[in-house]
């Protein structure tokens, strides 16, 4: 069984610029998630996705980030314009129809806003 | 709000040992609890869930424990490998908006 594909695994940008992620869930899962993790902290959720529909994106900063589930497959993560503490690893994970089945992870992206 | 703690921060132990890493929430009202590895530069690979009905699960040399009333879960390592040095995360699902809580995670370090 395929993982949970990511691209691009790393982007270096200058603060102002935008910035796309790409995620591909593990096929059959509904649920798809984006986090944002700073170096050295734990993952901090920013996007859950019931197929298509958005079910929590209360800590997403919505004046600069922006994500869409097309289909209720592939996701993308958009920040415009990214700022110098966007700097961080985003990870997007699926699961089967939540809340009971656990999350697998994809590798993740490595952004560096300079 | 659901607050995820974890104790030690950092662990460095002889090759051979058993270790036992924590973890505390604040809100018992939990769907289940997760524990996740990390290596450097890498994803998170999931070692184990417990649903809140659980009071324990088992792979291999793991052991998960979750006492919901105490808000405590401990990841149970046998007889710990080099490779087994990683950041050990611990993740809980509330039962409100469902969201997903990580902790800061153990940095373990297993020498040889």
């Known amino acids: 069984e395929a993982g949970v594909a990511q691209s691009p695994r790393y982007k270096i940008i200058e603060k102002r610029q935008s910035v796309a992620f790409w995620c591909n869930p593990i096929?059959?899962?509904?649920?798809l998630y984006w986090y944002q993790q700073i170096l050295g902290q734990g993952p901090k959720l920013l996007i859950q996705f019931q197929n298509n529909g958005v079910v929590d994106d209360s800590q997403l900063p919505k004046d600069r980030f922006s994500a869409e589930r097309l289909k209720g497959v592939d996701s993308t993560l958009k920040i415009q314009p990214a700022k110098l503490e966007d700097s961080a690893v985003y990870l997007c994970?699926?699961?089967?129809?939540?809340?009971?089945?656990?999350?697998?992870f994809g590798p993740g992206t490595r952004l560096t806003v300079l | 709000k659901q607050e995820v703690t974890q104790i030690p921060a950092a662990l460095s132990v002889p090759e051979g040992e058993n270790l036992v890493l924590n973890c505390s929430f604040t809100?018992?009202?939990?769907?289940?609890l997760q524990w996740f590895r990390q290596d450097p530069g890498k994803g998170l690979t999931s070692l184990l869930l417990i649903q809140s009905s659980q009071r324990e699960q088992t792979s291999g040399r793991l052991n998960a424990s979750l006492d919901k009333s105490s808000g405590r879960s401990t990841l149970y390592i046998a007889a710990s490998q080099p490779g087994d040095s990683a950041t050990y995360l611990c993740a809980v699902r509330d039962n409100y908006g469902q969201n997903f809580v990580f902790g800061p995670g153990t940095r373990l370090s297993v020498l040889p």
């Open positions: 096929s059959g899962h509904a649920t």
């Open positions: 994970a699926s699961s089967l129809v939540d809340p009971y089945n656990e999350q697998f």
């Open positions: 809100d018992s009202a939990i769907y289940n």
